[in-house]
Nanobody, 127 residues
Framework: RVHLEEFGGGSVQTGGSLVLSCAPTEPDFSRTVMGWFRQAPGKEREGIAFIYPGNIPQYSSSVRGRVFISQNTGMNTVYLQMSSLKPEDTGVYYC?????????????????????WGNGTLVTVAT
């Protein structure tokens, strides 16, 4: 069974930066779409960034231009670099993975295929 663990959450000031990482066990990045979701207080979980085999990124409109997703296949790690953080970026950030079946697909369709979830790491952006 694949286990995902997130690292790097914490508190940061508005306008600051943060890097999250995710270290899944036994991933096959050539057959897996890895990504990040977040859940703000009182809101639904939303997909914000994904990386497809071949290092093809996909971002939601809410974070595009402020985050960068990457993966290091040699270290089995996926990263989410976030900058220009806003208070509305506060939430629990989850690493997730889905079987690759071509794409990129819509974030909604990809969300339905997610089968691996981490436990989440809290990011707080203070005013």
């Amino acid at each position: 069974r694949v286990h995902l663990e997130e690292f790097g959450g914490g508190s940061v000031q508005t306008g600051g930066s943060l890097v999250l990482s995710c270290a899944p066990t036994e991933p096959d990045f050539s057959r897996t779409v890895m990504g990040w979701f977040r859940q703000a207080p009182g809101k639904e979980r939303e997909g914000i960034a994904f990386i497809y085999p071949g290092n093809i990124p996909q971002y939601s409109s809410s974070v595009r231009g402020r985050v960068f997703i990457s993966q290091n296949t040699g270290m089995n790690t996926v990263y989410l670099q976030m900058s220009s953080l806003k208070p509305e970026d506060t939430g629990v950030y989850y690493c997730a993975g889905a079987p690759y079946s071509g794409g990129p697909s819509s974030i909604r369709a990809l969300t339905d295929r997610i089968i691996f979830w981490g436990n989440g790491t809290l990011v707080t952006v203070a005013t």
